[in-house]
């Protein structure tokens, strides 16, 4: 079992859909970070949450620490939304480094 | 302030030869992470690194790979005797503070090995 668990592995939406992401872990954090990276492309951090939860524009992202549950919703998506988006939590003490789930691909059609 | 800066974008290699990968991290960051994503796999850790110091080596493979960060200059990712295994994307990400689980950290465009 991953530690850091994504759902749905891929998903297909229509323009103006109402999309949201999951991410389950179990390792022991006190934030977790939502990541965005285009196909061949770098990564952007798009949020790093460790309560509550953190809008812009039309991401909003949600965490539950006690659950060890975290979503990510996209309002109104567009076809400029499609990409992998991936979670990761820090782990390890004081290294803070991430260990990152396998990613959801989505894809936004006209 | 300019972001992460990683170079090459992107290296291609003979089986044999050696790859180095360069960061810079962003202005005023003096902890810099190396991570690899081999393909149609996720990202994994490799090695945590302050100046001057190793930190963190456990994701790095026992052989071959060797990084550091010099007091002056970018972070290095050395990859020795390239295998066509070694292709992949490795990103580097800084942030300014260590041990911190809320701080972010910023992730650099990433460099594509390609071995042949």
């Known amino acids: 079992k991953n530690e850091v668990e994504q759902s749905p592995q891929n998903l297909t939406a229509q323009e103006g859909e109402f999309i949201t992401i999951n991410c389950s872990y179990s390792v022991g954090i006190s934030a977790l970070h939502w990541l965005q990276q285009h196909p061949g492309g770098g990564i952007v951090s798009l949020f790093m949450l460790s309560s509550g939860k953190k809008k812009h524009g039309r991401l909003i992202a949600t965490i539950n620490i006690q659950e060890k549950h975290s979503s990510l919703h996209i309002t109104a998506s567009h076809p400029r939304d499609s990409a992998v988006y991936i979670c990761a939590v820090p782990y390890g003490g004081a290294t803070n480094k991430l260990i990152f789930g396998t990613g959801t691909l989505l894809a936004v059609q006209p | 302030n300019a972001g992460v800066m990683q170079n090459p974008r992107h290296l291609v290699r003979r089986r044999g030869q050696e790859a180095r990968l360069r960061c810079s991290p962003m202005k005023g960051h003096s902890h810099v992470y190396w991570y690899r994503q081999l393909p149609e796999e996720g990202l994994k850790f490799m090695v945590y690194?302050?100046?001057?110091?190793?930190?963190?080596e456990s994701g790095m493979p026992k052989e071959r790979f060797s990084a550091e960060f010099p007091k002056e200059g970018p972070s290095i990712l050395r990859i020795q005797q390239v295998v066509r295994g070694d292709s992949a994307a490795y990103f580097c990400?800084?942030?300014?503070?260590?041990?911190?689980?809320?701080?972010?950290?910023?992730f650099g465009p990433g460099t594509r090995l390609t071995v042949l």
């Open positions: 690194l302050q100046k001057e110091n190793i930190i963190d």
């Open positions: 990400a800084s942030s300014p503070l260590s041990g911190v689980s809320t701080d972010t950290q910023y």
